[in-house]
């Protein structure tokens, strides 16, 4: 046997026989539940985090992930099985560690992979034979082979010789009821085929989901970038098209009902003030800034873009016209953001449409209040925002127009209708209200 495979078995033993320790790097959305699957499928799991206010609430077994069962992290802290740290050199007790960090834009709309950077940087000192790396930081195709492999290597020790690295894109949907860390399908791309399997094995052995291989990292990475880019894509197709029906007088809710009756050829996308989240309006923008590199220019994908970040000054624009056929100027209007957050149900607002639409109807002089059940406050500029405290009768009355900018399911709508004097609904939250006569939709 030799060393390559004489490696692939020792690993697919530990992984077996549950000797493996687990790593997370990162314990945001991402990072944290996988480390507590890893935990509940009976590995010892250390999480790293430089945020030491992420490790002392892990190490105290309260819970600050909408995706993670609160009992379920208390348990595995109780029992040993889940700890975390700020001290980077415990990766040399790891046997199998994920990368699981933010991979943000900078200023430039360009990717910033500091993060990334920082956590393989940060691995290489401690890096020891027998060792399994796996990115899981959405990027762009060839980080794992061209930026961490190298940076590893660093140690060296040699990829595929002495320890594994692979890529497998997270694919957590916040607030998803149906598909989470555990049953999401996923897709392994290594460097080598051994390394694959030995990936393949411990997801397996820590997740109850299919897995799909592919042939290189870079695959994988692509596979990513493709999921939601043809979003972007598709979303910008029907936020174009709102803004025409507009125009032209058509309901772009009842063409997309319309064209739902087809059964095969069409898939639905709705329209809305724009897109926010931490993937869908930044992956395009890896994949363009790679393509470049190639001396291609993705025509597709920039229109898609640059529709959808037009939607925030479109809602600010609608807004200011509804508020003209009531007989109010909109500097000076009370204006009731509902909703913060950039998808329903869930307390995250990072890029969130609701922000610019807040900034843009400030600028236009519309003082503006919000109202999030889930978002309390949040940080923009130098300054905090913070939420209405309940949706009241008053509240909703006193305000000239109230736009509903997130879906949440928790708001009684048919309450909203009545109070308001005036609603601008981007998400077709209300579409069950049957008094329509103060509901104009995007």
Known sequence: MNCENHLRQLLLDKISNREIVAGVIGLGYVGLPLAVESAKAGFRTIGFDLQQEKVNLVNAGKNYVSDVCDEDLSEVVTKGMLSATSDFSLVRD????????????DVHQQPDIGFVRTAAESIAPYLHPNMVVVLESTTYPGTTEELVCPILETSGLQCGKDFYLGFSPERVDPG??????????????????????????MYEAVLQCKMFRVSSPRTAEMTKLLENTYRNINVGLINELTMLCQRMGIDIWEVIEAAKTKPFGFVP???????????????????????????FHTTMIDSSIIVNDRMPEYCVRRATEILNHCQKPINGSQVLVMGVAYK???????????????DGLRKEGAKVKYYDPYVKKYHRGDEWFCSEPALTEGLLHDSDLVIVTTAHTVIDYAFVQRHAQMIFDTRNAMKDITTRDNIERL
């Open 176 to 201: 998803n009821k149906v598909y989470k860390t555990r049953n999401t399908p996923k897709v392994v791309g290594a460097i080598g085929n051994d390394a694959q399997d030995v990936i393949v094995a």
């Open 269 to 295: 996308f709705y329209p809305g003030p724009g897109l926010g989240g931490h993937c869908i309006p930044l992956d395009p923008c890896y994949l363009a800034w790679k393509a470049r590199e190639y001396g």
């Open 344 to 358: 329903r149900d869930i307390d995250d607002c990072r890029e969130s449409p609701a922000l610019k639409i807040i």
């Open 94 to 105: 790891v046997d199998f560690i994920a990368i699981c960090v933010p991979t943000p834009l």
